[in-house]
């Protein structure tokens, strides 16, 4: 297998066009025998030194078991490498005097909420950018699900914080995505827009994009890969438009390259001042320390401190300052880094699903221009890594050997049917149904699949796209004996809900009048807070720890909130055209809310 892979990587060097200044000699042989080492079909590489691009170069194919070769103008995806865009465009913002860096965020982003109130009212746009949000990942709100950018912004309000506010690290993806929506909110068009506009255009980036649906019918791009059961499998290309700003964009290395020689030139390209040097060391300025442990502490052996800035890691290397961001997304790992002290800097692309082979050929590469050649970086830092992938062999095999085995679910399969919601409301509705004899749950259109009986009330899932891996789900019963709760692996528990039917709208109306009813509502006695906001095309309802619900029309001036277990209506009152209060009907019982804005 290791011949044959090899033997497609020499296509690869030998198809390629490109500058011929390698970083040390015996390069190419180096990078072909890392990327056979690492199970990496296909990579491409761009040095830049002294603001020139002194060495581009692709190795090994596009697609296992194709002929077509990687060269410089292949397409990757760049994956978290591209955060530094969006802290860039916030930079951008800032030297046109529209933002601050330390804005609060909630004032840049009207409606944006985190689920403790002080971070709510003190979170900046810089703490947006850098990390010290207080949150841990939250991930499954955005990957592989249909909510919009707006809807999982909104949703961010109910991820319980894991650490307290600006205490500690904590990489985060969601942030990012608040901090693209206020790039659109302050300019008025998208932040694919504004990318494209102040950034590629400028820089030349033409074969650059920002969402996987603008690669259709393009020729050059490469096929991300990931290792299944033992085997380098293509696999398809995550959309992940609905968190962008964290991660989409879509590039090459003569591209990139050009990125790169702005930021060494403090944000000067070819004459032209895309960003001020105050914005470019405010960037690359540590803000928040990151601790070297677990797999970062076997990457960086030669770091002795690693910190992040705003959009970039930064960190010691032979007693030079690195800047660098690397990029996973699936089936493609990315690493975009500078010394800028030397004025070099790298970057590599792969369409290999979370390799570290990107950090090692960064550490070789760098090496080479500091003229240090005593580390070979691809087979220590393999090796270094050996343990963790035994270490997750061994939990699999764990696993099985825990499993009970001849027992049967507490219920006859029916019993577990139903919708499930999330206890709170991050994560929306999963649901459980019985087809052929065997149970089914879908959360959203990617995690859809069987459910297997594991042991007792546990099933394990099985995703339709293998690189999603599986899922345990776990049901439990109230003192009645009825199914009532499901937990989900990594996502948390769901309360079983009552099947409803879904209402439509009785009369019909325009959406300049429907959002006349757009805005908050609260009365003191009892306090009650309701929150009404249109959303991908429609009204939606959002209570305190509640999904937002969409609402249908019954009059001109009430609506049913729909997809509740119980009867809830909304009666607004106006004053001629303009909405004052609203009554909120449920079980019987009416409240009155006062609009508030």
Not at 271 to 299: C, F
Not at 505 to 527: C, H, I, K, N, W
């Amino acid at each position: 297998m290791r011949q044959l892979i090899a033997a497609m990587f020499a296509l690869g060097v030998a198809a390629s066009h490109a500058q011929a200044q390698p970083p040390f000699p015996d390069f190419d042989n180096y990078v072909t025998e890392a990327m056979a080492l690492w199970k990496v079909p296909g990579l491409a590489v761009s040095v830049v030194e002294d603001d020139s691009i002194v060495f581009a170069r692709g190795y090994g194919v596009r697609k296992v078991g194709s002929t077509e070769p990687v060269d410089e103008r292949t397409i990757f995806a760049i994956g978290s490498s591209s955060k530094a865009f969006t802290a860039a465009s916030i930079g951008m913002l800032v030297d046109d005097k529209q933002v601050n860096w330390d804005d609060a965020a909630s004032g840049r982003l009207p409606g944006f909420e985190l689920y403790d109130d002080y971070a709510s009212q003190e979170i900046t746009l810089r703490d947006l950018l850098s990390h010290r949000s207080g949150l841990s990942r939250g991930d499954l709100l955005w990957y592989a699900s249909d909510l919009s950018r707006q809807e999982i912004v909104r949703r961010a309000r109910f991820l319980e914080p894991s650490w307290s506010f600006r205490s500690r690290f904590g990489y985060q993806n969601l942030m990012y995505l608040a901090a693209g929506e206020v790039v659109a909110h302050a300019t008025g068009m998208s932040w694919d827009d504004f990318i494209r506009t102040r950034i590629f255009e400028p820089l030349g980036m033409r074969d650059s994009n920002t969402s996987v649906k603008a690669l259709e019918g393009l020729a050059n791009v490469a096929t991300p890969h990931s290792e299944i059961d033992g085997e380098v499998t293509p696999i398809a290309y995550r959309d992940i438009d609905n968190i962008a700003p964290a991660g989409s964009i879509n590039s090459n290395v003569v591209d990139m390259a050009q990125w790169v020689r702005l930021h060494l030139n403090e944000g000067e390209y070819e004459g032209n001042r895309l960003l001020s040097s105050a914005v470019v060391k405010e960037m690359q300025k540590p803000t928040t320390i990151v601790p070297l442990e677990g797999i970062g502490a076997r990457i960086n052996t030669a770091a002795n401190f690693q910190t992040y800035g705003l959009g970039w890691f930064l960190q010691d290397h032979r007693g030079r300052k690195l800047v660098h961001h690397g990029g996973n997304i699936d089936g493609m790992s990315a690493m975009v880094a500078m010394l800028p002290s030397e004025k070099v800097g790298v970057v590599i692309l792969t369409n290999m699903n979370g390799t570290s082979l990107r950090d090692a050929l960064m550490f070789r590469i760098m090496d080479a221009y500091l003229g240090v050649d005593d580390k070979d970086w691809s087979t220590d830092l393999h090796a270094a890594l050996a343990p963790l992938r035994a270490e997750q062999e061994a939990e699999e095999k764990r696993m099985e050997e825990k499993r009970i085995r001849g027992t049967r679910p507490t219920h006859e399969l029916q019993a577990f049917a139903g919708r499930y919601v999330d206890s709170d409301s991050l994560y929306g509705e999963a649901t459980v149904q019985v087809e052929d004899g065997k149970l089914r749950i879908a959360r959203g259109p990617a995690f859809a699949g069987e459910l297997e009986h594991w042991h007792y009330n546990t099933f394990r899932a099985t995703w339709p796209e293998a690189v999603l891996g599986r899922t345990f789900v776990t049901f439990s019963h109230d003192h009645e004996g009825k199914i009532d709760q499901m937990n989900i692996q990594g996502l948390g528990d769901f309360s079983r809900r009552p099947d409803v039917v879904e209402s439509t709208d009785l009369v019909a109306m325009d959406e300049q009048t429907l959002r006349r009813f757009v805005g908050r509502y609260s009365a003191d006695q009892p306090p009650l807070d309701l929150s009404v906001e249109w959303m991908d095309g429609r009204l939606r309802a959002v209570l305190p720890g509640q999904p937002a619900y969409p609402i249908a029309s019954v009059t001109e001036t009430s609506f049913r909130v729909t997809g509740v277990p119980v009867d809830v209506t909304l009666g607004f009152e106006l004053d001629g055209d303009v909405v004052t209060s609203v009554v909120l009907t449920q079980g019987g019982r009416s409240f009155t809310l006062q609009k508030r804005n």
